[in-house]
Structures are given as structure tokens and as C-alpha cells.
């Protein structure tokens, strides 16, 4: 083995990638990027979770409870009345609501033993592990006022619940997020090696016109994108049994709006890279932030301010809200947030079919 060899190898890649700035700006500024917003997410102070208190013994035990439930700094409590609690439960502005029975400090001193009810909106099991977390830590200063008192809650859900396992909350968001990741870099990837083999010289020097160039590519990765997400949703409910209360055909036109959006959005950035491997660089800095903010792994409500305002402006965000509300609620098209759910998603695929439409035209031309 030649020393001199190795050496001139190396120094060959080494100058390779120094020539090519936009891999070293990738290599050393995405995972800055991804690490900065992480940082940020879990601890730049967003909100808290928000519940309320209802039927309160303010004369008693009751009001010690909620008092230490309004200082909390792991919830935002409120009083309420139960018709506002239930009906802000519906809606989602709060994730759940505790309810003090009025014979709540005799029952404590009597039998040692309370079992307050706590109602949960349940789609995203951090919010609700928040809230049964609060509420049982508010206990503990009232067990020092009544000694070997039993805290035993009674806990009821308006979605989902003690039968839901980890892939029935996250399953609607992962199956919105696995179509529109594989559709974007095999669309990005593909096109870049139809270009790179010169495919497309060939088609141009043929009768075919432009307009019609344009929209054959389009279609076809389109129908490769219809069929996988066909085939995730049908794995998803059929195999791995998925929890879903809503109607297919309304889960598979999300889906498929996703699957568009990534096919365009692949065909538009592959305008900026030159190589499959740079086209496969886009993933840290188109995926993986939207994967972050999305609320597939951390509730919105829970985000910073800034990120929840950009979280509001990224389709995945309404695909994985739209999912969720279909699968786990039982949403349909009357339902005001699936509307703005679908709304979004479509006006975002019909931008990016425009931006990728002028981008294979000026690459054809």
C-alpha cells in the first residue's frame, strides 16, 4: 500500500468538496439549523397546556387544589363553568378540565379516598399526560392537610383513550409524513438523473411539444405518487390496523394532495441542484424542519410564538391536523377545521404545480 496514493486520493475528495460550496454550506450549516430549532423548541418557553376548573368547594379542599393548579407553571388553569369547559373541549381551545363534586372536602376527610373527575380532549397524548400530571401533583398539598389521603381520578376522553397505543395517536401524522418524504426525494432524484442523462435533449429534438413534455412528466410521477399513497393507506388500516373512525376516501384526498405537492415541490428544487446527491441534500432543510414544527412530535400549542406562527404557514402542518381530525375525530367536510385543513393543502399543491410547471419548462427550453 502506497502512502502517496491514499494522500492524493484524499486531497482529490477534499478539493472536490471545497469546490463545491453549497455541499460544505449543507454539511456545516443544516445541522446548526436543525440543532438551533430543537434548542429552541424545547426550551424557548411556549405555552403550556390549557384546562379548566369546574363545580369548585372554594370553601374547602377544593379551592387549596385549584389554587395550586392556577400557580402551576406546567398548566394554564382557569374556572369555568362545566357547559364552558365541555364546550372549549370540543373545540380544542383547552385540553381538559377537572370537575370538583361539591361534597368534595367531605368525602376527602371521610373516606381518605377522592376520585375527581378529569375530562380529556385526548388527540395529542402529551397535552393530556400534562394535565393528569397537574392535577395529580396538586394533590400532594392536599394530602399533607389530610394524611393517607388516595388519589384516584376518573379519567374520561373525548377522543381516543386508555385503548389508544402509540401508533393510534401518531399513525394519521406518519402516514401524511412517509408520502410526502419518499414522493419529494424520489421525485427530486428522478428528474435529476432524467436531466442528467439527457433525456430531456432527446424528448425536445422530438415532434413533442413543450406544453406536452411539461405535463407527461408530471402525470407520470403523479400516478407513481397516487399509487404508493394508496398503498400506505391501505397498509396503515388493513395490516397494521390503525385507529380510524373517519371516512378513507376523505383521509386519501389529503394524502393524495400531499403526494402532488411533493411531486411538484421535488420537480421545483431540482432546479437548484446539479447532482442526485444534492438533490437529496434539500432533505434537512425542506423535511426535517417541518417534521419539527408540523406537531407530529411537539404539540403547536406547546411551540415558542415565532415557531408557532411559521408552523401556521407550512402544509404538513395542516396534512397532519387534517389526518388527525379525520382518523381520531371522525371529521368530515361540514367540520370548519378540516375545511381550512384541505383548503390550505390544495392552495399550497396548486402553487407549487405552478412553480414546478415554470421550472421544467425554462429546464426544457
Known amino acids: ?24 454550506a449543507l454539511l456545516f450549516g443544516a445541522p446548526l ?61 383547552i385540553a381538559g378540565y377537572v370537575v370538583f363534586p361539591p361534597d368534595f372536602s367531605t368525602v376527602a376527610f371521610q373516606s381518605h379516598s377522592i ?21 395529580s401533583q396538586s394533590f400532594v398539598t392536599l394530602a399533607g392537610r389530610v394524611g393517607g389521603i388516595q388519589f384516584a381520578p376518573r379519567i374520561t376522553f373525548l377522543y381516543g383513550g386508555s385503548s389508544f397505543d402509540t401508533l393510534d395517536y401518531f399513525g394519521a401524522a406518519f402516514i401524511g409524513l412517509v408520502v410526502f418524504f419518499l414522493v419529494f426525494v424520489i421525485t427530486a432524484v428522478a428528474f435529476l438523473r432524467e436531466r442528467g442523462q439527457g433525456t430531456l435533449e432527446r424528448l425536445m429534438a422530438s415532434p413533442l411539444r413543450r406544453a406536452e413534455i411539461v405535463l407527461g412528466y408530471m402525470l407520470g410521477f403523479t400516478v407513481l405518487a397516487l399509487v404508493q399513497s394508496a398503498e400506505v393507506l391501505a397498509f396503515s388500516l388493513l395490516v397494521l390496523h390503525v385507529h380510524n373512525v373517519g371516512n378513507v376516501a376523505l383521509i386519501f384526498l389529503l394524502e393524495a394532495l400531499m403526494a402532488i405537492a411533493a411531486v411538484n415541490l421535488g420537480i421545483f428544487l431540482s432546479m437548484f441542484a446539479r447532482t442526485e446527491f444534492q438533490a437529496v ?21 406547546t411551540e415558542p410564538g415565532p415557531l408557532q406562527a411559521l408552523s401556521r404557514v407550512l ?37 407549487v404545480i405552478l412553480a414546478g410547471a415554470m421550472t421544467l419548462r425554462r429546464r426544457i427550453a
Open 1 to 24: 500500500m502506497s502512502a502517496s496514493r491514499v494522500r492524493a486520493i484524499t486531497q482529490r475528495l477534499l478539493h472536490q468538496f471545497r469546490r463545491d460550496r453549497r455541499t460544505l
Open 33 to 93: 439549523i436543525i440543532l438551533g430549532l430543537l434548542g429552541y423548541l424545547l426550551r424557548g418557553g411556549g405555552d403550556v397546556p390549557k384546562m379548566g376548573l369546574v363545580n369548585l368547594d372554594l370553601g374547602g379542599n377544593g379551592g387549596l387544589v385549584a389554587s395550586t393548579l392556577e400557580r402551576s407553571k406546567t398548566v394554564s388553569a382557569s374556572r369555568m363553568s362545566a357547559a364552558d369547559a365541555a364546550a372549549k373541549l370540543r373545540t380544542g381551545d
Open 115 to 135: 376520585a375527581p373527575e378529569i375530562h380529556l380532549e385526548g388527540s395529542q397524548p402529551g397535552l393530556s399526560q400534562s394535565i393528569v400530571q397537574a392535577v
Open 281 to 301: 441534500q434539500f432533505i434537512p432543510l425542506v423535511i426535517v424542519p417541518q417534521v419539527l414544527l408540523a406537531g407530529i412530535i411537539f404539540p403547536i400549542s
Open 315 to 351: 402544509p404538513l402542518t395542516y396534512a397532519v391536523e387534517g389526518l388527525r381530525n379525520i382518523m381520531i375525530k371522525g371529521a368530515d367536510l361540514t367540520w370548519s377545521s378540516l375545511q381550512l385543513d384541505v383548503g390550505v393543502v390544495l392552495g399550497f399543491c396548486i402553487l
